[in-house]
C-alpha cells in the first residue's frame, strides 16, 4: 500500500490531524519525538507518503533521501556522541506501526545485540 491510509496514526501525524512534537520536516519527510522515548533522545523520521514498512518501498531515491533526513536529524541534534537507527520490519522485527520509520536514539550508549 503506497497511498494514504485513513487508519494509519502516521498518516495522521503527517496530516497534523494528530499532534506530535515535530522536530524536523522537508519536502517528503518528518521527524518527530516518539510518544514512549526508550532514550533521553528517540525521534521518528518517515516518509510523508505511506509505505507499510522496508519491503514496501520501490523508490531507491526515496531510501536515499530517507538516510539524508536521519543524518539531517543526527546533526541538528548534536549525536556526534554517536546514535543507533533502528528500522523495525514486521512482526519478528518487533513493529507496531505499520507505517516506515527510522528510530533514531541517542544520549545514552545502546548496547548491541538490542535483545
Ligand atoms: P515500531 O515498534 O513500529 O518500530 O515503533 C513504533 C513507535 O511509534 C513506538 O516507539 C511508539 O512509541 C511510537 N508511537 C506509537 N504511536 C505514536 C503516536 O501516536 N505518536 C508518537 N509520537 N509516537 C507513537
Ligand atoms: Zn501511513
Known sequence: MTSDTS????CKV????????????NDDFIA???????SPFHALVI???HYKNLLEVDDVNLLG??????Q???????????F???INTGDNGGQ??????VHILGGRFHKWPPG
Request: net charge positive; hydrophobic share 40%.
Open 96 to 101: 507496531t506501526v505499520y507505517h516506515l520509520h
Open 72 to 82: 539531517e536529524v543526527a546533526k541538528k541534534n548534536n549525536l556526534s556522541d554517536g
Open 47 to 49: 516518509p510523508k507518503k
Open 32 to 38: 518527530f519525538d516518539d510518544i514512549k522515548p526508550v
Open 7 to 10: 487508519d494509519c496514526i502516521f
Open 84 to 86: 543507533r537507527t533502528a
Open 14 to 25: 503527517v496530516k497534523k490531524e494528530i499532534a506530535a512534537k515535530i522536530i524536523y520536516e
Open 65 to 70: 533521501k530517507l538516510m539524508t533526513s536521519v
